[in-house]
């Protein structure tokens, strides 16, 4: 049986990968009408005299909504949001396995940007923080953007933000492998979507200085025809020299490539075209943008990819159970770009200086100090920021 079947098997006799038990006695009257009626009258009053008392009265303190309208699932694409469920379903598996956080599956049957944001801020009162899953470019941008002016808890869109934040840890170990220092590398991203352009924002935070976006119609830089609006925004922060042209064109004395596109873009002899030592994240999956014994048979230091039969995973996994159970933790009424960074400061912390090589240059995301490490270093400067409720 492949895998294929197997997971199909699988998910018919678990009829559903999580599920909702009782944390409270009704096994008869007494307990009953303290659970119930005639007792559950008081914290909801204790509520109504301030919303924030329901971090303490209900499960709201540890629960997240991972949410999405299934236009952008798994490398399967627009598929619905009905079919996205087992993917969302799985997310929240993670969230309990990995950080013992509470999640709940939501699916939006609308693609319609206004309706979505007006659906989640509608029901952000029942949840700790939002997750945004599997939502499409460039409407996602939009909708984080909206949700995080109308919402006061965290909202998170892991396919940007999760991706960056371990697209950073491992840049971090792989620069300190290489001896290059980060404001000193040219970065090229091919592949200008959700994950792409969140993980060169937070490369620029991190003080990356020659970084170029590249997509379908070549290198972004102002003037090109083809960009669309969030484009724009990054021709106006990227490509400091305005080059221009296909990926191979630009990718000539770069240092670090990270790929979140289409599979085998990338040959042998734009490796070759490369500064010494380059640093490759092949995440296009399942076939990365280059594999990795082409890529080291070129001349390549360190090599990344989305795949778990490889080393040097990038695996969100790593990120965003521990970055919620620091934000649930104290109450965060958001995740900046700070937060962001000092996961990754945590996640790249734990493999250290003697253990860095070539296939080692992020922890395992089963390695159970990840979580908790990424929420200490989260809560710790979400506290410093003044953004901690508790």
Known sequence: MDIKEAALQAHLKWRGKIRIEPNAPAGNAEELAVAYTPGV??????????????????????????ITDGSAVLGLGDIGAVAGMPV???????????ADVDAFPLCIKSNDIDEIVRTVELISGSFGGINLEDISAPRCFEIERRLK??????????????????????LKNALKLTGKKIEDVKIIINGAGAAGIASGRLFLACGAKNLIFVDRFGAIAP????????????????????ETGSLADVIRGADVFMGVSKPKLLTQDMVRSMNKNPIMFAM???????????AYAAGAAVVGTGRSDYPNQINNVLAFPGIFRGV??????????????????AIASLVTDEDIANKTILPSPFDPRVAQTVAEHV??????????RI
Not at 88 to 98: D, Q, S
Not at 149 to 159: A, G, L, T, V
Not at 286 to 292: F, S
Not at 379 to 388: M, Q, R, V
């Open 223 to 242: 003037g090109v025809e083809g960009m669309n609006s969030e484009h724009e925004l990054l021709a106006q922060i990227t490509n400091p020299n305005h």
């Open 379 to 388: 809560k710790a400067c979400a506290i410093k920021c003044g953004i901690a």
């Open 328 to 345: 649930l933790d104290c109450r965060a009424s958001e995740i900046n770009d700070e937060m962001k960074l000092a996961a990754a400061d």
């Open 284 to 294: 296009a999956n399942p076939t990365p943008e280059i594999l990795p014994e082409e």
């Open 88 to 98: 969302m379903e799985g997310k929240c598996l993670l969230f309990k396995e990995f």
């Open 41 to 66: 009258a008081e914290p909801c009053l204790e509520i109504q005299k301030d919303e924030l008392k329901s971090y303490d009265l209900t499960r709201r303190w540890n629960m997240v909504a991972v």
């Open 149 to 170: 002016q109308c919402c006061d808890i965290p909202i998170f869109h892991d396919d940007q933000h999760g991706t960056a934040v371990i697209a950073v840890a491992a």
